[in-house]
């Protein structure tokens, strides 16, 4: 009997789709044994994998290899789609004049500024707390000054503040540049710029392109506003107990599954895929 439910779900659920922070990870921004152990599982049983978050592609082959899987790597929000052997699939810069424009100090007073390049994290001043999101892979920032920076090769801007902050400066970039860039938050202190037209749903629409696989046989997990388009481009789509109440609101009809700290997506692929702890 436990046979069979598996091979009901593997036929349903070809490819996992996950965010990180939030979701897959725990507390600590960490990858659990137990999540490790599950998906090295699936992944044996020919289940495919999907990351999909705002870090720096150098930042999640280091998570990647932590978890012990092969997977498609969607990072900085869908700017940047990488395959399980690291060769590039997709990229999308920010128009320099505008990563040179989002430098001016009515977007970046009282916040953190960064940019995300192929090669490398740039901000423009030390934050010795933002290392605690990179323990698992020991990604470091190269502190810049960003202002004289030529904006070219640039996929994505983040500033980190206080919500409040964030929330005035996400008005006036949209006011600014609501049809010329992407925007969202992917927690309550980082909000991020990207290209027009990126998100992580973009993205996983052409992974799915890619493998052949059907949006319909695609399962996907989230937990951020970053995550909307991601989970509304799987055929199904996985709400996270912790979910910001912005994405909740978007998605009123998508399952609630366990929180991150509590390991909620391995638990609940455990029960679609009738795997025994």
């Avoid at 049983?45 to 082959?61: E, K, M, N, P, S």
């Avoid at 290899?65 to 699939?89: E, F, K, Y």
């Avoid at 960064?114 to 290392?131: G, R, S, T």
């Avoid at 996907?220 to 970053?226: T, V, Y």
Wanted: hydrophobic content about 40%.
């Amino acid at each position: 009997m436990l046979y069979s439910q598996f091979r009901q779900a593997i036929t349903v659920f070809q490819l996992i789709a996950s965010d990180l922070d939030g979701t897959l990870l725990d507390a600590n921004h960490m990858v659990d044994t137990f999540t490790s152990n599950t998906l090295q599982q699936l992944a044996a049983q020919g289940v495919q994998f999907v990351i999909a978050t705002g870090r720096h592609y150098l930042d999640v082959t280091g998570i990647r290899n932590a978890m012990g899987i092969r997977a498609h790597l969607i990072t900085s929000n869908g700017a940047r789609i990488h395959d399980p052997d690291n060769q590039p699939v997709f990229s999308r810069d920010i128009d320099p004049a505008i990563v040179h424009a989002l430098t001016e100090p009515c977007f970046t007073t009282d916040s953190l500024l960064n940019f995300y390049l192929d090669d490398a994290w740039l901000i423009d001043q030390p934050n010795e707390q933002v290392l605690a999101y990179h323990k698992d892979s020991g990604f470091q920032y190269q502190v810049c000054d960003l202002v004289r920076h030529s904006g070219k090769g640039v996929c994505k801007v983040l500033y980190i503040s206080e919500h409040d902050r964030l929330l005035e400066i996400e008005a006036c970039l949209q006011d600014r540049f609501g049809d010329s860039a992407a925007i969202t938050f992917s927690a309550e202190r980082c909000l991020e710029v990207m290209a027009p037209g990126v998100s992580k749903g973009h993205a996983l629409q052409i992974v799915l392109d890619r493998l052949g696989i059907d949006a319909s046989q695609c399962i996907a997990f989230g937990d951020g506003q970053n995550d909307v388009e991601l989970l509304q481009t799987a055929g199904h789509p996985r709400l996270m107990g912790n979910a910001h109440p912005r994405l909740a609101s978007q998605l009123p009809l998508a399952k609630r599954i366990g929180h991150n700290h509590e390991a909620g997506v391995a638990h609940h692929l455990r029960h679609l895929f009738s795997l025994t702890d």
